[in-house]
């Protein structure tokens, strides 16, 4: 229960820092919007053909976005050296963990709200009714970046060229998720029901709880170290 | 609370912060932590606080082991850092709110409200730390404190940015905290104002403990082992 009530605490604070900058929301919607924009007027097929490439396109702007939120993840932290303030206090090092992927998993979540929807009038997509099994699918798949994320994110966070750095230490472990998600989403998007994805569902589904679970054993150590 | 540090010994690559540090503390001592820059006060603080793992030796609170995942025993340890550990973009009440919680005291509006009277914030409770000086920030810390009462206190050059009045209420709090059988330690390069409010005296250098004896007057052993840091022919009175 300490270590809920410590996650919402934390969650409390960084929600309410960012209601006050605004900072990595405004910038990762103008950001997802801008890419969603760029794809359209690069590429100009028919809707059958859209409809394949959707999810690679929609997953290779949340790859982008979402990694500018996490860039800013431990913005609060650094400032007049809070991360001390946090590591000096008794709280869970887990709790930590399990708040900033939920603020990470909220602002991707918002974005893809706007984002999902936009991408279906640019593409003049018609099949709106799958677009609840896709958020799900686009759901499972945010959780094990943010996760996944939040990890690497706190690695990388003594690093010089941090920025540089996350991307490149986390889209190598991203790539079962962004597989298994495409997978399905493709699936969705052609038969209409999860059908021949169920296997890279429970794949997303295991990768979520398994990271989720060593991320919160595991996050003393990383941001002691 | 006793605390034991036993071999103590910092290395950042190849260069040693800290070597062979030994020392006690017993309750209600005000501890001065004197020293050259880079003489290594800054890291024995962050090791005493838990936030720095040394290289060897051990740090023992009341006989626990200070090591990654004791995360009870950072309850009983503070570290003022005079205009650090805030968060800019929460309001002073909100801070205070922010860290009791944190530390499972959630205090009542009442509690908040005399810490920040005690500290002349009141008029400034709902400000964002952002809007704070550097001075504000400090007497901020100080009421943090005050409302989390750890049983050892730690403090890294508190003086730089606090006036007259501050100062005086710096002090008054951590002579306080001493009168009620806690620890201060302090490290600082205003040797007269630490040494006057004082109990004992650490000076390191170079990373090695070159000097520990309890507060006396006259004290000829102090003078001898800091003159050597002073410029040529000053005191550490004047």
């Known amino acids: ?225 | 609370m006793h605390i034991t540090v036993e071999k103590l010994a910092k290395a950042y690559g190849l260069l040693w912060a800290l070597r062979e540090i030994n020392f006690e503390l017993k309750p209600g001592e005000f501890v001065a932590i004197l020293g050259p820059n880079g003489a290594g006060k800054t890291t024995l603080l962050r090791i005493l606080a838990g936030l720095v793992l040394p290289t060897g030796g051990s740090v023992r609170l009341d006989g626990a082991m200070l090591s990654r995942g004791t995360t009870a025993l950072r309850t009983k340890i503070g570290f003022l850092a005079p205009a650090d550990h805030l968060y800019e973009n929460l309001t002073v009440k909100e801070n205070l709110h922010f860290f009791t919680s944190l530390y499972h005291q959630k205090k009542n509006f009442d509690a908040i409200n005399q810490a920040l009277k005690t500290v002349n914030l009141t008029d400034r409770a709902g400000e964002y730390v952002v809007n704070l000086s550097s001075g504000m920030k400090c007497r901020l810390s100080i009421a943090k404190w005050q409302l989390l009462q750890p049983d050892v206190l730690l403090l890294d050059e508190p003086y730089g940015v606090l006036d007259g009045s501050g100062v005086d209420l710096l002090e008054g709090f951590l002579q306080g905290q001493c009168a009620e059988g806690r620890i201060v330690v302090v490290a600082s390069h205003h040797v007269s104002r630490v040494l006057k409010i004082s109990s004992r005296a650490l000076i390191l250098n170079q990373g090695r403990l070159t000097f520990d004896e309890v507060k006396r007057e006259p004290w000829p052993n102090f003078d001898k082992a800091y003159g050597e840091f002073l410029p040529h022919g000053e005191s550490w009175r004047s």
């Open chain 1, 1 to 225: 229960m300490a270590l809920l009530r410590e996650t919402y605490l934390l969650l409390w604070k960084d929600l309410l820092l960012e209601l006050r900058r605004r900072d990595s929301l405004l910038t990762m919607f103008f950001f997802g919007t801008l890419l969603l924009f760029v794809f359209h007027f690069s590429f100009d097929p028919a809707p059958e053909k859209v409809a394949a490439m959707a999810p690679a396109l929609l997953w290779l702007a949340f790859l982008f976005t979402g990694t500018l939120g996490l860039a800013q993840l431990f913005h609060a932290e650094r400032e007049n050296h809070c991360l001390d303030a946090l590591l000096l206090s008794p709280l869970d090092r887990g709790a930590l963990f399990l708040a900033k992927s939920c603020f990470n998993l909220v602002l991707m979540v918002l974005v893809e709200i706007v984002v999902i929807p936009l991408f279906w009038i640019l593409f003049n997509l018609r099949s709106w009714n799958l677009l609840p099994q896709l958020f799900l699918v686009t759901l499972l798949g945010t959780v094990g970046f943010c996760v996944l994320g939040t990890i690497t994110s706190a690695i990388t966070l003594r690093a010089r060229a941090r920025e540089l750095l996350l991307p490149l230490v986390l889209f190598p472990l991203m790539i079962p998720v962004i597989l298994a998600t495409i997978r399905c989403m493709e699936n969705v998007l052609r038969t209409g029901e999860f059908g021949d994805a169920i296997p890279w569902l429970r794949l997303l589904i295991g990768f979520d709880v398994i990271f989720l679970t060593v991320g919160v054993l595991i996050f003393d150590w990383v941001i002691e170290s």
